[in-house]
T-cell receptor, first 112, second 110 residues
Framework: SAVISQKPSRDICQRGTSLTIQCQVD?????MFWYRQQPGQSLTLIATANQGSEATYESGFVIDKFPISRPNLTFSTLTVSNMSPEDSSIYLC?????????FGPGTRLTVT | QQQVKQSPQSLIVQKGGISIINCAYENTAFDYFPWYQQFPGKGPALLIA?????SEKKEGRFTISFNKSAKQFSLHIMDSQPGDSATYFC?????????FGTGTSLTVIP
């Protein structure tokens, strides 16, 4: 398994500002994933972050809006930029161990 | 296009009853099928998973039934308890990415 922590656990932000979410894993992993879960919805993959290379973004998500850093094998950040109320969601970090995927506790973001 | 279709959207079961959640897929490249349990305010937690070379996997009160020819799999929760009340997501993976169902909100009433 994997132990994943995220900071902050929740935040309320104003429109037009940015928030950086941190994800820390208890052991080294090659890939880290960022998901968005809108209220009552399923999980949508935002991007995959490999250490030492640019993140790979899924359709509908762009680097200017969701810049990702991956400075080492246990840490990643996701920034939600120029926020609007539509960005209100839970943002989840995850890692995989072979086929098994493990999730952090999530960051609940509310944009007013 | 939803790669994995999940039903029902919500489910209410009496304590001690059997909860059944169904998922269907089309992509034959999928070869790993996990179920996740998510409590409010928490991230999804891996509950049980199956590969298509077996038709059933059981762990405690949780069983996955897998029908390869029908491209369907289901989660059965036996002797459902109020503590099982959560949202359940099925998923499927071809090895490099996970595709999630839309979730089922399960409520077990005492």
């Amino acid at each position: 398994s994997a132990v994943i922590s995220q900071k902050p656990s929740r935040d309320i932000c104003q429109r037009g500002t940015s928030l950086t979410i941190q994800c820390q894993v208890d052991s080294q992993v090659t890939m880290m994933f960022w998901y968005r879960q809108q209220p009552g919805q399923s999980l949508t993959l935002i991007a995959t972050a490999n250490q030492g290379s640019e993140a790979t973004y899924e359709s509908g998500f762009v680097i200017d809006k969701f810049p990702i850093s991956r400075p080492n094998l246990t840490f990643s950040t996701l920034t939600v930029s120029n926020m609007s109320p539509e960005d209100s969601s839970i943002y989840l970090c995850s890692v995989d161990r072979g086929y098994e995927q493990y999730f952090g506790p999530g960051t609940r973001l509310t944009v007013t | 296009q939803q790669q994995v279709k999940q039903s029902p959207q919500s489910l209410i079961v009496q304590k001690g009853g059997i909860s059944i959640i169904n998922c269907a897929y089309e992509n034959t490249a999928f070869d790993y099928f996990p179920w996740y349990q998510q409590f409010p305010g928490k991230g999804p937690a891996l509950l049980i998973a199956i590969r298509p070379d077996v038709s059933e996997k059981k762990e405690g009160r949780f069983t996955i039934s897998f029908n390869k020819s029908a491209k369907q799999f289901s989660l059965h929760i036996m002797d459902s308890q109020p503590g099982d009340s959560a949202t359940y997501f099925c998923a499927a993976s071809p090895g490099n990415q996970f595709y999630f169902g839309t979730g089922t909100s399960l409520t077990v009433i005492p």
